[in-house]
């Protein structure tokens, strides 16, 4: 047997480039066919129908086999018999060309391509007539990649593969790996230590841990919503409703034995429910693969795989095209601020900081033991980018809501002084993260999605457009008014006219971004209590303010959000190990919730005054702000033809008789909706309908005289 210092470096696993060795080579002036098969007794080189050619040398004790290749021929195939006495006709992966063409090379380099899913990560081909899957994946500093799976022993010298130089993409098409097939990456670092095995960053679905593997999965699915993307074309529809129901799948409801419900299950009941409460969209809590439950997703290890917890990615698909075809948008977490230190993720993936910062003042989170992204390096941004565009295009998600901005936008964020490393200007802005931002917002927008920032401070103008100096964002969740409101609805109500100004403030500030109201799953967890749990007062005291409360939030501007089991006033804190407690609905307080959120919805949709100008100070107007003694607040909400909708709320347990209101026009005003309704739980007080009189107030003509219901909010129109 030869000996070789390049075949001692391929059967130790050493050798960076075997498509130099491997495959069809010449020699002298022949030809021949290598391959390396270490677990193999016997190798044969034959025809692709299985006709002998030739029986090949081991030319090295270590499974590397050769033969002379016949003048004229390109194609052929090999006959091996293994070791365990079982012979396999196979196709030499070493045969076949690079699968990646000049242009994907040029991009991903660039790091300018939208489309990167479809060419790093693992994807079913035909070259030639044979079929299998080609593997891709960015590793610039590693000295050797493998693909390694239940395909071949997981023996890291079996699939080693193919360089490109200038872009640090590995990649190898391997013939007869098909749908199902586990597989992982081997990387070796730059001075040639091995490191642990790591899931594919693009793999569309993974195994559940401890195998963490990831599977080639190819999609079948036959979309059905084609109109539903053809509508949503175009800029947003800033003047439509939005009310968003917030779900954690693995725990909105379970199986009888505390089972997940599957995809497919939640397109058949969380759908319909949906509906028939009136929300318009679902948010999803972040259902990128994750390993664990305890993240509720916001720690995501497979950003391009559907978690398997509840099915294949078809199946989630199945549920997409089903929201679409009961007119339901959906909204998905997304988590592009960290991501978990988990070997076999991100985490130094070829041995180098490739995806996050190295110096941990950049690139550490503290707060949850995770690692931030470099946002500063362009195949960073490609990848986060192509995944955002992924989901939209891919599962035809309508929206993501981008987690945790405020944790990107600050280098200083959660970091005593010492922590953290200024800009090149000596500021705490990180500017790298607010133009990846920015760059993502336009490409989500010109893909028809919209997007929500999860944003807590005020750093101007997220939801205002890129070119008019904003982050871009579509619209931006209101954390200042979702703060003052629980913390006002939380005071015994004999107090509540000293925090008067919880309730007036966020008005102040209300146009200055696309709004949504979020009762989120953060403020029902961690000893803060349900949203139920935080009303003061006896029972009855507790579900009237609840009802009042709701009632102030659909009727303040902004789109609405509400978390799974707000709309049934469930008891205790959320917890994700399991269904919400839909047995409290057979109690009138909580079924009477579901009734007011049920009507509550119809009637926000159904009345263009209560969703059409939203951000803007044309849509809203106090008639009385200042009433802090009563603790009443009273004003209009306009549409774009200028008809308005009264809206007045009584925050204290004290029936107001005769509650003199100032309105604009003369003549009968209805009620819409109260939340005292008796259908609703409450008491029933007060009329059907009101006649202005001539005895103006608050600075207009006409007034009403009320009977104002305790702990209520009224809606009333002018007939």
């Given at each position: 047997?030869?000996k070789?210092?390049?075949?001692?470096a391929?059967?130790d696993?050493r050798?960076n480039n075997?498509?130099?060795i491997?495959?069809?080579?010449?020699?002298?002036?022949?030809r021949?066919v290598r391959?390396l098969l270490?677990?193999?007794?016997?190798?044969d080189?034959?025809?692709?129908d299985?006709?002998?050619?030739?029986?090949?040398r081991r030319?090295?004790?270590g499974?590397?086999?050769?033969?002379?290749m016949?003048?004229?021929?390109?194609?052929y195939?090999l006959r091996?018999?293994?070791?365990?006495g079982?012979?396999?006709l196979?196709?030499?992966?070493y045969?076949?060309?690079?699968?990646l063409?000049e242009?994907?090379l040029?991009?991903?380099?660039?790091?300018?391509?939208a489309?990167i899913?479809q060419?790093?990560?693992?994807?079913l081909?035909t070259?030639s007539?044979v079929t299998?899957t080609?593997?891709?994946?960015?590793?610039?500093?590693?000295s050797r990649v493998?693909v390694v799976?239940?395909?071949?022993?997981w023996?890291?010298?079996r699939h080693?593969?193919r360089?490109h130089?200038g872009?640090?993409i590995?990649?190898?098409?391997l013939?007869?790996?098909?749908?199902?097939?586990?597989?992982?990456?081997e990387i070796t670092?730059?001075?040639g230590?091995?490191?642990p095995?790591k899931?594919?960053?693009?793999?569309?679905?993974?195994?559940?841990?401890p195998?963490?593997?990831?599977?080639?999965f190819?999609?079948?699915?036959?979309w059905?919503?084609?109109?539903w993307m053809?509508?949503?074309?175009?800029?947003?529809?800033l003047?439509?409703?939005?009310?968003?129901?917030?779900?954690?799948?693995?725990?909105?409801?379970?199986?009888?034995?505390?089972?997940?419900?599957?995809?497919?299950?939640?397109?058949?009941?969380?759908?319909?429910?949906?509906?028939?409460?009136?929300?318009?969209?679902i948010e999803?809590?972040?259902?990128t693969?994750?390993?664990f439950?305890?993240?509720?997703g916001y720690?995501?290890?497979g950003?391009?795989?559907p978690?398997?917890?509840f099915g294949?990615?078809?199946?989630?698909?199945?549920?997409?095209d089903?929201?679409?075809?009961?007119?339901?948008?959906v909204?998905?977490?997304?988590?592009?601020a960290?991501f978990p230190?988990?070997?076999?993720?991100?985490?130094?993936f070829?041995?180098?900081a490739?995806y996050?910062?190295?110096?941990?003042?950049?690139?550490?989170?503290?707060?949850?033991?995770t690692?931030?992204?470099n946002?500063g390096?362009r195949?960073?941004i490609?990848?986060l980018?192509?995944n955002?565009?992924y989901?939209?295009?891919?599962?035809?998600?309508?929206?993501?809501?981008?987690d945790a901005?405020?944790?990107?936008?600050?280098l200083?964020?959660?970091?005593?002084?010492g922590?953290?490393?200024p800009?090149e200007?000596?500021?705490?802005?990180n500017?790298?993260a607010?133009e990846?931002?920015?760059?993502?917002?336009?490409?989500?927008?010109?893909h028809?999605?919209?997007?929500?920032?999860?944003?807590?401070?005020a750093?101007?103008?997220?939801s205002r457009?890129v070119?008019a100096?904003?982050?871009?964002?579509t619209?931006?969740w209101?954390?200042?008014w979702m703060?003052?409101?629980?913390?006002?609805?939380?005071?015994?109500p004999?107090?509540r006219?000293f925090h008067h100004?919880?309730?007036?403030?966020?008005l102040?500030?209300?146009?200055?971004?696309?709004?949504?109201?979020?009762?989120?799953?953060?403020?029902?967890?961690h000893?803060?209590?349900s949203?139920l749990g935080r009303?003061?007062?006896?029972?009855?005291?507790?579900?009237?303010?609840?009802?009042?409360?709701y009632?102030?939030?659909?009727a303040?501007?902004g789109?609405?959000?509400?978390f799974?089991?707000n709309?049934?006033a469930?008891?205790?804190?959320?917890?994700?190990?399991?269904?919400l407690?839909?047995?409290?609905?057979s109690e009138?307080?909580?079924?009477g919730?579901q009734?007011?959120?049920?009507?509550l919805n119809k009637?926000?949709?159904a009345?263009?005054?209560?969703?059409?100008?939203?951000?803007?100070?044309a849509?809203?107007?106090w008639?009385?702000?200042?009433?802090?003694d009563?603790s009443?607040?009273?004003?209009l909400r306009r549409?774009?033809?200028?008809k308005?909708v009264v809206c007045?709320?009584?925050?204290?347990?004290?029936v107001?008789?005769?509650?003199?209101l100032?309105?604009?026009?003369e003549g009968?005003?209805?009620?819409l909706?109260?939340?005292?309704?008796?259908?609703?739980g409450g008491?029933g007080?007060?009329a059907v309908s009101?006649?202005t009189?001539?005895?103006?107030?608050h600075?207009?003509p006409?007034?009403?005289d009320l009977t104002?219901?305790?702990?209520?909010?009224?809606?009333?129109?002018?007939?």
């Amino acid at each position: 047997m030869r000996k070789n210092s390049e075949y001692e470096a391929l059967v130790d696993g050493r050798h960076n480039n075997p498509f130099r060795i491997l495959g069809l080579q010449g020699s002298g002036s022949g030809r021949v066919v290598r391959t390396l098969l270490p677990a193999a007794k016997a190798v044969d080189l034959v025809e692709r129908d299985g006709a002998k050619v030739a029986a090949m040398r081991r030319i090295h004790e270590g499974g590397l086999y050769e033969a002379e290749m016949p003048p004229r021929k390109r194609s052929y195939a090999l006959r091996v018999t293994w070791e365990s006495g079982e012979t396999q006709l196979i196709e030499d992966p070493y045969r076949f060309p690079s699968t990646l063409g000049e242009l994907d090379l040029y991009l991903l380099g660039e790091g300018s391509d939208a489309y990167i899913y479809q060419k790093l990560g693992a994807h079913l081909r035909t070259i030639s007539g044979v079929t299998g899957t080609r593997f891709a994946v960015w590793a610039p500093n590693a000295s050797r990649v493998s693909v390694v799976g239940d395909f071949n022993g997981w023996d890291g010298r079996r699939h080693v593969m193919r360089l490109h130089p200038g872009n640090g993409i590995w990649e190898i098409f391997l013939p007869d790996v098909g749908n199902g097939a586990l597989y992982k990456y081997e990387i070796t670092d730059a001075n040639g230590k091995l490191l642990p095995l790591k899931a594919d960053p693009y793999g569309t679905l993974h195994e559940p841990p401890p195998g963490n593997s990831s599977i080639v999965f190819e999609s079948h699915y036959d979309w059905q919503d084609k109109t539903w993307m053809a509508d949503r074309r175009g800029p947003p529809r800033l003047d439509l409703p939005t009310s968003i129901y917030e779900v954690h799948l693995g725990s909105w409801r379970r199986k009888e034995d505390g089972s997940y419900l599957g995809y497919r299950d939640f397109a058949n009941e969380l759908v319909p429910y949906v509906v028939d409460m009136g929300f318009t969209h679902i948010e999803l809590l972040p259902v990128t693969e994750h390993p664990f439950d305890g993240s509720w997703g916001y720690q995501p290890i497979g950003m391009f795989a559907p978690t398997q917890r509840f099915g294949t990615p078809d199946d989630f698909r199945y549920f997409v095209d089903a929201c679409h075809e009961h007119g339901i948008g959906v909204i998905m977490d997304w988590v592009p601020a960290h991501f978990p230190n988990d070997e076999y993720g991100l985490r130094r993936f070829d041995g180098t900081a490739l995806y996050e910062h190295a110096d941990p003042r950049k690139g550490e989170h503290a707060d949850w033991g995770t690692l931030v992204f470099n946002y500063g390096r362009r195949e960073v941004i490609n990848y986060l980018v192509g995944n955002a565009l992924y989901w939209i295009d891919e599962f035809h998600i309508d929206a993501l809501r981008v987690d945790a901005v405020a944790s990107m936008l600050y280098l200083d964020y959660s970091r005593e002084e010492g922590e953290w490393v200024p800009n090149e200007h000596g500021g705490n802005e990180n500017l790298e993260a607010v133009e990846f931002l920015k760059r993502l917002n336009i490409e989500l927008h010109a893909h028809g999605a919209t997007s929500y920032a999860e944003e807590s401070t005020a750093w101007p103008s997220v939801s205002r457009p890129v070119d008019a100096g904003g982050l871009g964002f579509t619209y931006k969740w209101n954390m200042g008014w979702m703060n003052d409101s629980l913390l006002y609805m939380s005071e015994d109500p004999v107090h509540r006219k000293f925090h008067h100004d919880k309730m007036t403030f966020g008005l102040v500030y209300a146009f200055s971004e696309n709004f949504v109201l979020p009762l989120s799953h953060d403020e029902v967890v961690h000893g803060k209590r349900s949203i139920l749990g935080r009303m003061p007062g006896d029972r009855w005291q507790q579900f009237a303010n609840l009802r009042a409360y709701y009632g102030t939030m659909f009727a303040h501007p902004g789109k609405k959000l509400l978390f799974m089991g707000n709309e049934i006033a469930q008891n205790r804190e959320w917890n994700h190990d399991q269904s919400l407690d839909w047995h409290e609905l057979s109690e009138p307080g909580h079924e009477g919730i579901q009734r007011l959120l049920r009507d509550l919805n119809k009637l926000y949709v159904a009345t263009p005054a209560l969703h059409e100008i939203d951000f803007s100070e044309a849509g809203f107007e106090w008639i009385d702000y200042s009433d802090s003694d009563s603790s009443v607040l009273s004003w209009l909400r306009r549409d774009k033809a200028g008809k308005c909708v009264v809206c007045i709320t009584n925050l204290t347990p004290m029936v107001r008789e005769s509650y003199r209101l100032g309105v604009p026009e003369e003549g009968t005003y209805r009620i819409l909706l109260s939340t005292d309704e008796e259908q609703y739980g409450g008491s029933g007080i007060g009329a059907v309908s009101y006649e202005t009189n001539k005895d103006g107030r608050h600075g207009r003509p006409y007034s009403i005289d009320l009977t104002l219901p305790s702990l209520a909010t009224v809606f009333l129109e002018k007939t």
